[in-house]
């Protein structure tokens, strides 16, 4: 059973038994939003990713061997400088990472939100043409980001129920049957998963780097193109859908991946916990015309 949280002198020894040559390197726990690893900064260039959880464990793991496949994007992705493989007693990888320098990727640090929407169409362009052999496959171990919509129709259709008071049931009912009946036309494809701004770096104005892959899979690219209702300004969507090349079937089960991400967090955690998170997802239903 993984810890939820380990104080720095644990830290400091993990990485003595695991990473020597890094042990003595300044160490900071930092403070993140993200639910599955704690973030430790390693002198000024690395950060240390360990799990917090059992679910975190695979997802981790499966960053630390593809993210190496994945260099050479248009946009950077999370570079791996160590990948260590604890034993029994502890039971998990970790991973030290360089350090990206910049802000999260919201729209009051990108100044030229068209710019930036292109260069994310331009990312997901080459990520979809990675070779997909021996990769992991969209499911569970993701999530479900990725699988065919129809699997996710009754946990859809039980959040759509829970915010009858806030959205339009029918309409919604109407946009996600809509999405599933769109045929997937393309080959399974290298997918982020989770395309928010919490997980884009942007730096001196401009988009520039993709991180947290712990949902990647290969699976339907539509749940890519969700983004142009979660995070690409309304403005500039129809230059992303031009850019990514994305057709009519394409961007309706886009729009379905953007309600059922809305739907089933808002409907979890509205009045409990999470507020950033659920305003996020009463943006993206605003945006998709549903409130």
Not at 35 to 41: F, G, K
Not at 89 to 96: M, Q, T
């Amino acid at each position: 059973m993984v810890r939820q949280e380990h104080t720095l002198d644990e830290v400091r020894a993990i990485l003595t038994e695991y990473a020597a040559e890094w042990a003595d390197l300044p160490l900071k726990q930092l403070v993140s939003t993200g639910t599955d690893n704690t973030l430790y900064r390693l002198a000024d260039d690395y950060v240390l990713r360990i799990p917090k959880r059992d679910s975190a464990i695979l997802p981790l793991k499966k960053e630390l061997i593809w993210l190496p496949r994945l260099r050479g994007l248009p946009l950077r992705v999370p570079q791996v400088v160590f990948h260590a493989k604890t034993t029994y007693d502890l039971g998990f990888d970790f991973g030290i990472f360089k350090w990206e320098n910049g802000q999260i990727a919201t729209p009051d640090q990108l100044p030229n939100r068209m710019q930036a929407a292109k260069s994310l169409a331009q990312f997901l362009s080459a990520l979809h043409q990675v070779e997909t052999v021996n990769a992991p496959k969209a499911g569970a171990e993701n999530h479900n980001r990725g699988v065919d919509l129809a699997v996710l129709t009754e946990k859809t259709h039980a959040s759509i129920v829970i915010l009858a008071d806030e959205i339009d049931t029918n309409k919604a009912r109407e946009m996600w049957e809509l999405g599933c009946s769109a045929p997937v036309v393309e080959r399974p494809v290298w997918i982020h998963g989770d395309l928010k701004a919490d997980n884009m770096i942007s730096c001196d104005g401009e988009l520039k780097a993709v991180i947290d892959w712990g949902l990647s899979a290969v699976g339907d690219p539509a749940v890519d193109y969700a983004t142009a209702w979660t995070w690409i300004e309304p403005e500039c969507r129809d230059t992303f859908q031009d850019e990514c090349n994305i057709v009519e079937d394409d961007w309706h089960r886009a729009k379905s991946w953007a309600l059922y991400c809305a739907v089933i967090s808002l409907s979890y955690y509205r009045g409990r916990s999470h507020k950033e998170l659920c305003e996020q997802s009463r943006l993206t239903l605003q945006r998709l015309e549903l409130c």
